[in-house]
């Protein structure tokens, strides 16, 4: 199984602890959701306060200390809605294997700032983890990129014949129509092979390009 920082990687798959841990976690945050919607007056909201989703999230983005907050944002089940958004991502980070992130993020850390270009006002983590998120995610998506092009390679290798291929034996060879790579990623395969200096055939085994000149 492939790693990426130590962690093992599933391709398409959380392991079923992980899974379990999400769904709880969505569950309860649904919960709660649908039903301060459904039964506002249950929790000392109005249907005035609170006549859809983005009522329930202005509140939810509000800050109940502000001069300006609106009432019902420090209403119990407002609060409850923000725990539940909390304990999602603590469920999210420890499933990217992040909880170093996870075990220092406390309910205190979050707070309400301007993150989005829009300016206004919102529930969220601090900048400087908000930040690290950001970068670790960015690194993570090359990662995946390139262990996704290795895989491809493997895969496409796997069913070369002995004497290479080139493109147009590409469209040819009915193995290939088989298999879950189309025209469009072989060619870019190729040309991402080609890059490092060649010709046109790429040989099994090898996977490096070999000029028949």
């Known amino acids: 199984m492939p790693e990426i920082d130590g962690h093992d990687v599933t391709i398409g798959k959380p392991s079923d602890k992980v899974a379990s841990t ?9 919960e709660i959701r649908t039903n301060i919607l459904k039964n506002p007056g249950s929790h000392g909201l109005t249907r005035r306060q609170i006549g859809g989703p983005t009522d329930l999230y202005n509140l ?8 300006d907050a609106p009432t019902g944002a420090e209403n119990l089940a407002i609060e409850q809605l923000r725990q539940a958004h909390v304990d999602l ?5 420890r499933a990217y294997g992040w909880d170093d992130i996870a075990d220092d993020l406390n309910r205190e850390d979050w707070t309400f700032d301007r993150p989005w270009l829009d300016r206004t006002l919102r529930f969220v983590p601090p900048e400087s983890v908000r930040a690290e998120l950001f970068d670790r995610l960015d690194t993570l998506n090359s990662e995946r990129f390139e262990l996704e092009r290795e895989m491809m390679i493997d895969l496409i290798a796997e069913h070369l014949p002995e004497d290479g291929l ?15 790579v189309d025209e469009d990623q072989f060619e870019a395969f190729m040309e991402h092979e080609q890059q490092k200096g060649g010709d046109s055939r790429v040989r099994k085994g090898t996977y490096r390009w070999y000029s028949n000149q």
């Open 22 to 30: 999400l769904a709880n976690a969505i569950s309860h945050l649904v």
């Open 60 to 67: 939810y983005d509000a800050d109940p200390e502000a001069d």
């Open 89 to 93: 991502l603590d469920a999210v980070l």
């Open 166 to 180: 080139t493109k147009t034996g590409f469209r040819e060879e009915e193995p290939f129509s088989e298999m879950p």
